[in-house]
DNA sequence: TCTATGGTCTGACGTTCGTAATATTATGGT
DNA sequence: ACCATAATATTACGAACGTCAGACCATAGA
């Protein structure tokens, strides 16, 4: 009785969220209109709202997709402070700063998700929530709770140092920033 | 053979940068338009164009004028790293976290900029640099290249944490983000 | 095999808002 | 009174969000 199969509205929902994330992370949020958003998924503007109320709802899933997807990334990494070091390292590297569309949605975004309403704020609370105490139990596998202010704070240190490297034109400072990133992340760890 | 005295365009050009940097901050550069920036100056849209070649042109003031701003004010703390732990206190507190319009453009808009097309950014890497220049001359005043590398990891953690600590809608969490800020700035920076 | 069903998507539309540009008016020092 | 200047008001044009009627077509059921 239905012409597709029962699955395909989630999957199609699911691409448009995955395809959004990119581009909110490359052209922000505000810079990325929902026809834009749509073609990237293979469709055109008017499928939009069969998916979504607004687009600030979609902008909450988005978030909370990201986020969900970041923290299962970093949990395959190999286990305690030896995974925690190769993440920082990736982390702050070139590749990632180059290519923001596929990395971290908080270096992307986070002055921009300060400023949306609540529901996406909400997504990415709980979102932030799960990378601290991702950071933390490497930090301190016996008892995590007592890295949770250091998890905190190497997390935003990793945040804020590849943002600062993005937003420098002259390539040899940007590439100074990573350096002494890394440098300063791996000190502040131990 | 004027109607104004011949300082009058410069201070209204001036006015206009001013407001349109709290209004950035507030809003995001993407989020403000340039009815409302003029408006904000107590002009209208129309009369932009006699001061800026575009938007962009404006942005790109805007940030030299709120990086050299910021500069010109940590300067007057007090010397050494006294003046330094008062200001990373003032910069990680509820205030400057819920003033963001009158706050730190790097937490506002960092990302932003990243995004920005190469003049912002270039009055932008100029800024940074004073900035970092202005911290590390206090952390080492003896060897201010010495200390480069930790003045950038302390600036980025501070940033970093500001905007994680915006982005949160639980406000627990989200001053349990600026207590650590500190803990951790203050513990980074011996 | 054929057909009716109904979920999914298309593509055009209305309205609002954006940047940008131009024409016009108000002003006040010389 | 003149007239250079700065601001206003208006216009153009595109892009934004959101809406809608209808096309499409795989599949269930005859």
Known sequence: M???AKEHKQVTRQRIIEKAGQRFKQDGIDGSGISTLMSDAGLTNGAFYA?????DDLVAHVVADELRTQVARYGTARPGRP???????DYLSPEHRDHPGVGCPSAALLDEIGRCEDGTKQAYTDGAR???EEIAARLAP????SARGKAIGLFTMMVGTLQLSRALSD?????????EGVENALAFMR
């Not at 998916?51 to 687009?55: L, V």
């Not at 390539?171 to 350096?179: Q, Y």
């Open 142 to 145: 016996e008892d995590p709770r």
């Open 130 to 132: 799960a990378i601290v």
């Open 83 to 89: 995974g925690l070091e190769d993440l920082v390292r």
């Open 51 to 55: 998916h979504f109320a607004s687009k």
């Open 171 to 179: 390539r040899k400072f940007a590439d100074e920033v990573l350096e």
């Open 2 to 4: 239905a012409r597709y």
